[in-house]
């Protein structure tokens, strides 16, 4: 059988020069609109440590060029779907030309691999997607096993120049592939395998193949960065940050292209500075115009903060315009128009995902989101049964649940539903996660005057995580319920982690430092306090997104502040800022303590009529209520004496 194999790709070799000889192709034959799918490798050697491998090495050189475009893995598996095919099918030279046809690409890449003696013959063809014609072919001879990498990215390289790339710019962008990944032919087989799974399944399932990756070889880069975009994906900011971290360390070790995601990825899930993000995330697409994910990054994780939501929405339609395919885009295209109040706009961009068939547990949360903002009960009741069928969304709708229910004062179901989401988080491992339910637990009780349940729950999230945002909702539920020391030792404490970090010191400290000068009876200082965090107060930070906890916090202790202060005109100017933005705010309950302290802003400024309307708001929202919240029966009794 080997002796067989030899020659076959003996012959091949010899026609391959033949055809070398009478068929040099002409420059240029592919361009930079045109896009390529990149079908499995034949693997003729009966060695498996070669399938998957080679093809994703391939494309981690190809994709270190700026001219040329690979459809992405998600899409690829998404079109598979459409036309049948199981997930993670074999993408031979026939259905990959009918993928390349329905993504209306220009070429498919066929590559393969035989044994020759002790050798290894290495192919690369690439064929034209409508017509089948041959754009380009490449093939080299690996002397040992341990040469086959390298020997790709010479092949690679060929191709780059062959088909139309500069030659300055290969050279410019052209990391060695043992260099850029892995020597381990095992690791990088573990890694290929793992974002097969990432396309087709999700983030969760791929994280054991990505961790193993790196346990076969410690120095591969973009694994550890793969395993920490995993943990972020699945709201566990500290484990993230710890493999970002590496990952970090190790980006010399990268190709280009790959050191700009390890470093975007460290801006954001290790420092949190945003700002040194949205300049790498430029920079990213700057240098691979065509790239989807730096557009994706400054829409979903780096605007939000700063409440630059329009240029969300810039960045979202770049990726989905990059790739129509492209699930995530659709996401945070809909999250920005919600933060805007177009919510229009938003179920629409979630329709025309749904059109293309795509799907994500998110899609299913921000719709219940987008109902609760238009009093559509029904819908929301649809989209939780629709969630609950879903893995990775039940424990995070039934958070959403939770607030809506605190959102309309019934606290008793809103700490049930957390401890549901709680329970959920715990069974996947994900203590974070669970954390985070906890801590917005903690400060809805909280803010609505529980104190000792607030307590409580801040106490047991703290158990859970000590991750960033667990640690804020923890101390704003600690400074509301006048256990100043500990507010005071998280607080330092995250000052000290986060010297960098935009929301923690532009959203975060300056809220915290607020609330505890509110409780220490300083209203002076609590406005000094918020000073720094006025450019972003309209901002998502991110407690907003998995703990849903923190949006538009600095405007509303910025009201309460004025309100201790006796400043009634400034303190309605405040609350006024959260009624108008529902859509940051959602079913946080401080959109419905808003009417409450607008009400008291009135009363203070002496416009009782104005007074009285705000406060029946509020009492209205509460119809249903626990009789017994502190903050209700004070909402009564104020009411009461403006009669």
């Given amino acids: 059988m080997g002796g067989a194999l030899a020659l076959i790709a003996l012959i091949a070799l010899v026609g391959y020069e033949r055809h070398r000889a009478t068929n040099t192709l002409t420059a240029h034959a592919l361009t930079e609109k045109d896009t390529i799918v990149l079908a499995d490798f034949a693997n003729a050697t009966g060695d498996p440590v070669f399938d998957e491998t080679l093809r994703q090495g391939l494309i981690v050189q190809l994709e270190q060029s700026p001219f040329l475009s690979l459809i992405s893995e998600e899409r690829i598996q998404h079109v598979l779907r459409l036309m049948g095919r199981p997930a993670g099918a074999r993408l031979t030279p026939e259905i990959a030309r009918e993928v390349c046809e329905r993504t209306g690409s220009a070429a498919v890449l066929e590559g393969s691999i035989a044994s020759l003696g002790s050798q290894y013959v290495l192919g690369l063809r690439a064929r034209a997607c409508q017509t089948g014609d041959l754009v380009d072919q490449e093939q080299m001879q690996a002397a040992r096993k341990e040469d086959v990498l390298n020997t790709l990215s010479q092949i690679a390289s060929r191709f780059r120049a062959r088909v139309g790339e500069s030659l300055a710019m290969v050279q410019k962008h052209n990391t060695p592939l043992e260099e850029a990944t892995t020597s381990s032919l095992d690791a990088l087989k573990s890694y290929s395998t793992a974002l097969k799974i990432v396309a087709s399944t999700g983030a969760p399932a791929a994280e054991p193949l990505f961790k193993r990756?790196?346990?076969?070889?410690?120095?591969?880069?973009?694994?550890?960065?793969?395993?920490?975009?995993?943990?972020?994906?699945?709201?566990?900011?500290?484990?993230?940050?710890?493999?970002?971290?590496?990952?970090?360390?190790?980006?010399?070790?990268?190709?280009?292209a790959e050191k700009l995601f390890i470093t975007a990825s460290y801006d954001m899930q290790v420092t949190g500075n945003m700002e040194k993000a949205q300049q790498t995330c430029e920079a990213w697409a700057a240098t691979y115009p065509r790239a989807v994910v730096p557009h994706d990054f400054l829409s979903g994780i780096v605007y939000p903060p700063f409440g630059k939501y329009e240029k969300g929405v810039e960045e979202a339609q770049k990726a989905i315009d990059r790739d129509p395919d492209f699930a995530v885009g659709y996401l945070t295209l809909a999250y920005s128009y919600v933060y805007l109040d177009r919510l229009e706009e938003a179920e629409n961009t979630l329709q025309g995902a749904s059109e293309r068939k795509l799907e994500m547990p998110d899609y299913y949360v921000l719709r219940y989101d987008i109902a609760f903002l238009r009093d559509d009960k029904a819908e929301m009741a649809r989209q939780v049964s629709l969630a609950q069928r879903k893995s990775g969304a039940e424990d995070w709708i039934a958070n959403h649940q939770a607030f809506v229910y605190a959102y309309f004062g019934q606290l008793q179901e809103a700490t049930r539903m957390s401890r549901q989401a709680t329970a959920l988080a715990l069974q996947a491992a994900q203590r974070e996660r669970a954390g985070l339910y906890e801590a917005g637990t903690a400060v809805r009780e909280a803010l609505f005057g529980n104190l000792a349940a607030a307590r409580q729950s801040a106490i047991a999230a703290l158990e859970l995580s000590k991750g960033r945002d667990v640690e804020y909702g923890a101390a704003i539920a600690l400074a509301l319920s006048r256990d100043q020391s500990r507010a005071e030792a998280l607080m330092n404490d995250l000052k000290k982690r986060f010297p960098e970090g935009t929301n923690v010191q532009?959203?975060?400290?300056?809220?915290?430092?607020?609330?505890?000068?509110?409780?220490?009876?300083?209203?002076?200082?609590?406005?000094?306090?918020?000073?720094?965090?006025?450019?972003?107060?309209?901002?998502?930070?991110?407690?907003?997104?998995?703990?849903?906890?923190?949006?538009?916090?600095?405007?509303?202790?910025?009201?309460?502040?004025?309100?201790?202060?006796?400043?009634?005109?400034?303190?309605?100017?405040?609350?006024?800022?959260?009624?108008?933005?529902?859509?940051?705010?959602?079913?946080?309950?401080?959109?419905?303590?808003?009417?409450?302290?607008?009400?008291?802003?009135?009363?203070?400024?002496?416009?009782?009529?104005?007074?009285?309307?705000?406060?029946?708001?509020?009492?209205?929202?509460?119809?249903?209520?626990?009789?017994?919240?502190?903050?209700?029966?004070?909402?009564?009794?104020?009411?009461?004496?403006?009669?």
């Fill in 506 to 643: 532009f959203s975060y400290l300056p809220t915290l430092r607020a609330v505890v000068d509110l409780e220490q009876g300083k209203p002076s200082s609590a406005i000094e306090a918020l000073q720094t965090a006025i450019p972003g107060e309209l901002g998502a930070p991110g407690s907003s997104y998995f703990g849903f906890f923190g949006a538009l916090y600095p405007v509303f202790f910025q009201g309460e502040a004025y309100l201790a202060a006796h400043k009634g005109a400034e303190a309605a100017a405040e609350f006024q800022k959260i009624l108008d933005h529902r859509g940051i705010v959602v079913s946080d309950p401080i959109g419905a303590l808003a009417h409450l302290q607008l009400g008291r802003a009135y009363a203070l400024s002496g416009d009782k009529t104005k007074a009285r309307s705000s406060y029946e708001d509020s009492l209205k929202l509460w119809k249903d209520a626990d009789p017994d919240i502190p903050i209700l029966k004070q909402a009564k009794s104020e009411y009461a004496r403006l009669q």
């Fill in 213 to 256: 990756a790196t346990e076969l070889d410690p120095n591969f880069a973009m694994a550890h960065a793969w395993v920490g975009r995993v943990y972020d994906d699945m709201g566990e900011s500290s484990l993230s940050a710890e493999s970002t971290k590496t990952a970090f360390h190790l980006r010399d070790r990268a190709s280009d």
